[in-house]
Each structure stands twice: as structure tokens, then as C-alpha cells.
């Protein structure tokens, strides 16, 4: 670990080397500004921030009560005087992260103006926020920092050796503003080359942790919209590899991907996957399809059918040429999402759903956790969710339930 000290040390032995022509380099003001600049580069970020979701997952694990908490950011500023405040009211940033929310980026950053949730603003846009929110984490480090050194230096000056040893200490247990950033990429922004180019760019401009949601990436809806489209587990799983590979490639062996499954409030998908082999994750998928019986006189010339237990079944598919699902089996294809997510290189799990009913999320998280026992969930606290509103009705439908009397309300 570097301290003040030592890098004072290693830039002694600089001049050392370099003699006369480095005599005017002071050691001490270039260990400050070393000291204020801890972070190079987008990557260190990123590195240093994977080690600290990885340690806060194993915490996670031995003590549930350890959840971390990610504060959404539009602007380099106000993540600075969230981090801010975290340290000035809490003493700490421990467990507390960044989320960059592709709704909020299309709302609040795209060159277009105010964008819906759909994947319409520029691509760049999300690893432009990444590397402008570190900038000013860094310069609040930076700002903190120098008033710790001012102190040293008032200190030293007036021979107060404890008081200089006591600073000396802040300075090099200094904890910085800088925090994991989770960062949506929404569905790729194209194939999974498309993803994989563009995960690059946010981890090169400091994400640690990518999350991506499995619908049709041209045809994307904000979590909360109806017409949702899903992909085939094939394709999802191929983005997952795709964000896999971009982090190893980095450099990052400890990257960390978000699968979110929109299959919760999603009723189309946009193609049926090719089943390789009876009961396997495309047959699976192809089970959940609406379809009709039918007799093979009755099949219209070029028309898609599907064998079901014996029978043909026409699937119903509508006039864009979307496939619909039977509408009770979204609970089921979020459990297979989730597992084959799991199963297939994803560290964490979001299951975005309608509204916050905690009763129905844990319902489908114990059902995922029958399969992969350490299943860890992300959830989305969007301000979109009427959370009063909900809790409230939660708590009547449980009084209903109960026979209680709920006149009064």
C-alpha cells in the first residue's frame, strides 16, 4: 500500500537518480498530487471498484442485513454531492453504489432531447456519463485531500509533531468518493457484437458491473410498458458471454453482470429458437407460446406450426409478426430466465416487475434460489413505482385476506 511517506521516499530516490536537473522537484508536493490522484485511469476504477462489489456480495452471503444501496445519477455532479454527503453524514461510503439508468439517460442526457425508455438516444451516451461521474468523484477526493494536506502543512510549520502524525494518518486512510458504478446497457444496443463493443467502452470508462435486460434490443420498452418483446435464452445467454468476454479482454477477471428479466410483464417474443435436442431451454421457451390445436388440413400453405404432445398447434402470432405467450406462465419464464442467466455466467439477478410487491418477488426468488441456492437479486426502486401507494394496497389485500374489518378505509 502506498503511503504519503514511501511515495515521498520513491520520489527521493528519483531525483537521486536524475540528479541536478530534477533539483527544483519537490518530493513532497509531487507525493501530493500522486496522493490526489490515485486513479490513472478508467480502468483502475474499474478494477478497484470490482474487488469492492465482490467483497460486498460475499458479505451479502454470510449476513443478508449487508445490502448495498445504489443511488441513480444523470450528472457528475450530483453523484459528487451524493458521495458527499454519504461521507459527511454517515462517515462512510461502504456499500453504497452509482446505478446509471438507461431511462434516465434517455430522459436526461441524449443529444435528441427527452427520449422514452427505448433505447433511442446514442449508445455513447452511457460510457460518456461513466467517465464524466468519476471525474468529479476524483475531484472530490481531490478537494478533501487538499485541505488534509493544508492541515499537514499548518502543522509541520508550527512543530506540532502530533498533530502531524494524526493528519498524516487521515492521509493515507483516506477513503475516496469513488464507488462501483452499475451501468445499464439496456438489451446490447444491437447483436451481441454490438454489446460486446459497446460494454468495452463503459468498462474502459470505469464500469465495474454491466446490467443488461433480455428484450429485443430494437423493439425495447421501458420496464413499466406493456408491449414488451423477449429473446429466445440462446440469444440473451450470447450478450452474457458477449459482456463476459469484453471484461476479460479489459482485463477485469472479477466484472460483474446484471441479468434482468423483463419476462414478468412481457406476453411476445420475436422468434421461436431452434430446439437442438427434446426438453432443452428452446423447448422450454417454445412450451410457454399460446397455441391453438389444429388439423394439418386446416393449416394454411407456409404457415409456422409446432408439435405438441402428439398434436399440431398453430401459435398465435399476431399481425406484426410477434408470437404471444399464454398469459399464466410469466412467473415460470422469469424462474427459467433467471436460472439459465445463472447458469450461463450472470453474478446478479434483476427481475423487473410492475409494481413493488414483495410477497410475489420473494415467491419468485425462493423459486430460483430451489435451483441456485446463493442467488443474489437486484431490485429496482424506481421513483416510476407508487411505493405508498402499493404498500398500502399490499396491506389492505393481507387485512381483506385475514376477515378483518376494513371499513374505515
Not at 527544483?24 to 490522484?37: K, V
Not at 454519504?86 to 442526457?109: D, P, Q
Request: proline share 3%; net charge negative.
Amino acid at each position: 500500500m502506498t503511503t504519503y511517506q514511501t511515495a515521498i521516499d520513491a520520489i527521493r530516490e528519483l531525483k537521486a537518480k536524475f540528479g541536478n536537473t530534477w533539483a527544483d522537484i519537490s518530493p513532497e508536493d509531487a507525493a501530493r498530487m500522486q496522493m490526489q490522484n490515485r486513479f490513472k485511469t478508467g480502468l483502475d476504477i474499474a478494477k478497484y471498484t470490482a474487488a469492492i462489489m465482490r467483497r460486498d456480495m460475499a458479505a451479502y452471503d454470510a449476513d443478508s442485513s449487508k445490502y448495498t444501496q445504489s443511488l441513480g445519477c444523470w450528472h457528475g455532479f450530483i453523484a459528487q454531492q451524493k458521495m458527499i454527503a454519504n461521507k459527511k453524514y454517515f462517515g462512510t461510503t461502504e456499500r453504497r453504489y452509482i446505478y446509471l439508468s438507461g431511462w434516465m439517460v434517455a430522459a436526461l442526457r441524449s443529444e435528441f432531447g427527452p427520449l422514452p425508455d427505448q433505447s433511442m438516444h446514442e449508445k455513447t451516451s452511457v460510457p460518456a456519463l461513466i467517465e464524466e461521474i468519476y471525474t468529479f468523484l476524483r475531484q472530490a477526493d481531490a478537494k478533501e485531500l487538499n485541505d488534509l494536506f493544508r492541515a499537514l502543512k499548518k502543522a509541520n510549520e508550527a512543530g506540532d509533531t502530533a498533530k502531524a502524525a494524526e493528519i498524516t494518518a487521515q492521509i493515507d486512510g483516506f477513503q475516496t468518493h469513488v464507488v462501483p458504478i452499475i451501468a445499464d446497457i439496456d438489451a446490447g444496443f444491437g447483436n451481441e457484437e454490438a454489446t460486446y463493443l459497446l460494454a468495452k467502452k463503459m468498462i474502459e470508462a470505469g464500469a465495474c458491473a454491466l446490467q443488461i435486460e433480455n428484450q429485443v434490443s430494437d423493439a425495447k420498452q421501458c420496464g413499466h410498458q406493456a408491449g414488451k418483446v423477449t429473446v429466445p435464452h440462446e440469444d440473451f445467454i450470447a450478450k452474457i458471454h458477449a459482456l463476459r468476454y469484453a471484461f476479460l479482454e479489459m482485463g477485469l477477471d472479477d466484472g460483474i453482470i446484471v441479468a434482468r428479466t423483463d419476462s414478468e410483464g412481457a406476453d411476445l417474443t420475436q422468434k421461436i429458437p431452434v430446439v437442438k435436442e427434446p426438453g432443452d431451454i428452446a423447448s422450454q421457451y417454445i412450451s410457454y407460446l399460446d397455441t391453438t390445436e389444429i388439423d394439418i388440413a386446416d393449416a394454411q400453405e407456409d404457415e409456422i406450426l409446432i408439435k405438441r404432445d402428439g398434436k399440431l398447434h398453430r401459435p398465435k402470432r399476431l399481425a406484426s409478426g410477434l408470437y404471444q405467450f399464454r398469459p399464466d406462465t410469466q412467473i415460470d419464464r422469469v424462474v427459467l430466465d433467471c436460472v439459465s442467466s445463472l447458469q450461463n455466467g450472470a453474478d446478479l439477478l434483476w427481475i423487473e416487475t410492475a409494481t413493488p410487491n414483495v410477497e410475489e418477488i420473494a415467491h419468485m426468488v425462493n423459486r430460483v434460489r430451489e435451483t441456485v441456492p446463493n442467488a443474489k437479486l437486484v431490485y429496482n426502486n424506481s421513483p416510476s413505482f407508487n411505493w405508498t401507494l402499493n404498500f398500502r394496497q399490499q396491506a389492505y389485500d393481507r387485512w381483506v385476506a385475514e376477515g378483518k374489518d376494513v371499513s374505515a378505509y
